[in-house]
Each structure stands twice: as C-alpha cells, then as structure tokens.
C-alpha cells in the first residue's frame, strides 16, 4: 500500500535525515498517483523493473506487491539503509547504492548489466530526481530498455514532447523522439509531492521504438554539435561544427537546424556521414 505523508516524515526521521535538495527528493504522496504509474506501465508479475529515486519505497511497495522484480537505485545512504530495513524479507528487491549515472554518458555499470540481460524487455518505473533527469532518460533508451513511465518536471516533458521551431525543441527532443514514442499523460500539481516543488511535473511514457540502431551515438554528436549553434543557418552552423562536406542539393541551407524534425536531420545526418 502507499505511504501517506505522515509515514514518509516518519521513516525519514527514523534515519535522522530530511529531504535533500541536492539529490531532487520530492516524495509522491497521493496513493493514487503511485497505483496510476504502476497501471500505466502495466507492471505485473515477472517484470523486471529498474526504479531510480525510490525515496522511502512507497512506488517499490506497490510494484512488488504486483510481483514484479524491482532494481532500485539510490544515491542517499540514509535512504538506502532504510529500503534494506524495508525490504529485507523481499527476494525480488535489489538495491544499487550509488549514483545511477556514471559521468555525463553512461549507466551506472550495475545498472548497465540489469538492463543488458533483458535487452528490450526491463522497464523503468520511477519518480525520477529532477537534476539527472534528461541525461538518464536517453542513456537507457540508449542501454535497450523497452518501457519508461516517469514523472518529471514539466518543463522537461514539454521537450520531450516539443516540436520543431518551438523553443523546447532541442536535442533531447530530437533523440528520444527517434528511439521511442512519446506519451505525456498528465500534469501533475505540486501538492502530489512532498515537499511541494515549486513546478508543476508530468508524467511521462516512452516506448522503445529504435529509428538510430547503430547510428546512435554518432547521431547524438552530431546533433548537439548543430544544436551548439541554432542561433545560426544551417551552413554557418555546419562550418562551424567542423563539418567539411557539402549539404545535399534539396537541402535548404538557410534555415535553422531548429527547423529541421528528428526525421529530417537523421536524414541529413546518414547524408553527411
């Protein structure tokens, strides 16, 4: 069952700790928004569910007691010990203690081989921290996870989401929109959270469906070295990436990359290359 507020204030105080800002801990405290995310990615038994940001576990409850198999990943030490107290009689838990990021452009390597196991079958589940938020997203469609259902900042859904010459659009949006299908399925107040962050957030649903293959991470380059430049044409921003072979004739090199969608400038990407 979910916890409530006051359950969550009572096992943070257990642990002598508080809410810390510096890992993104804003705890869901509306029970119908932790069965909502556990509906919404179809969690049952025999999954294998990786959760970044478990806080005091009350999302980890309700998927075990689903039967799914959970991973959680936490950074906070005070967190971790009280999720082993939690769940020291649950076999289908497992806890990665650390961060879920190994620098800028890769999984945590435990985190790397749960996924690498089940290539296209382990889903991520999680109210995820907001500071790691974008990086991780495109680090696990990168690692082969089939299914992510997320909460997040508002603001980072809107890029998720965004479209083409809007101000969201960038390079995250360019490179989910290629490996996955992009749902926003609510906005989220405040008050779902506690403490209440000073945003709104969303919930978010992905699902893998791979347009770069192997093209991948030369493609994320690329586009962010484009995306280093949207302020200028095309061309400018080509020569000024360091990209020294021509634009295909039906090219228009006068507009912006910010113009381009994620299908167009994998098409100029594979033309380049």
């Known amino acids: 069952m979910a916890q409530s507020k006051q359950q969550i204030q009572a096992t943070l105080a257990a642990a002598g700790m508080s809410p810390r800002h510096r890992f993104g801990q804003n705890f869901m405290i509306d029970q ?3 069965r909502l995310i556990a509906d919404e990615a ?11 940001g478990p806080g005091t576990g009350t999302l980890t409850d309700e998927m075990l007691s689903r039967g799914a198999a959970v991973t959680a990943v936490e950074i906070d030490r005070d967190l971790a010990g009280a999720l082993r107290d939690t769940f020291a009689d649950r076999a289908a838990f497992r806890l990665i203690e650390g961060d879920a990021l190994d620098g800028k452009h890769a999984l945590n390597p435990q985190l790397a081989e ?12 999680a109210n995820l ?7 991780l997203v495109v680090d696990l469609l990168l690692a082969g996870v089939g299914l992510l259902v997320f909460t997040v900042q508002k603001e980072v859904a809107d890029r998720l ?4 010459d809007s101000k969201e659009y960038g390079p995250l949006t360019v490179i989910v929109q290629l490996m996955a299908d992009v749902e926003v399925l609510r ?31 030369g493609f994320s380059a690329f586009v962010h070295k484009l995306f280093s430049f949207r302020r200028k044409t095309l061309r400018k921003a080509i020569d000024m990436a360091g990209i020294d072979k021509p634009l295909p004739s039906d090219v228009d090199a006068s507009v912006r990359a910010e113009s381009f969608t994620p299908q167009q400038l994998l098409a100029l990407y594979q033309a380049l290359r």
């Open 32 to 34: 119908n928004l932790v």
């Open 42 to 52: 179809g969690v049952a038994a025999g999954d294998r569910i990786i959760e970044v």
């Open 114 to 125: 749960v996924v690498a196991e089940r290539p296209g079958e382990v889903k991520l589940v």
């Open 129 to 135: 921290p907001y500071n790691i938020a974008s990086p």
């Open 161 to 164: 989401k965004a479209s083409a």
């Open 187 to 217: 906005t989220l107040p405040p008050q779902a959270f506690w403490p209440a962050p000073k945003i709104h957030s969303s919930l978010v649903r992905l699902k893998r469906n791979d347009r770069l293959g192997e093209d991948a991470a």
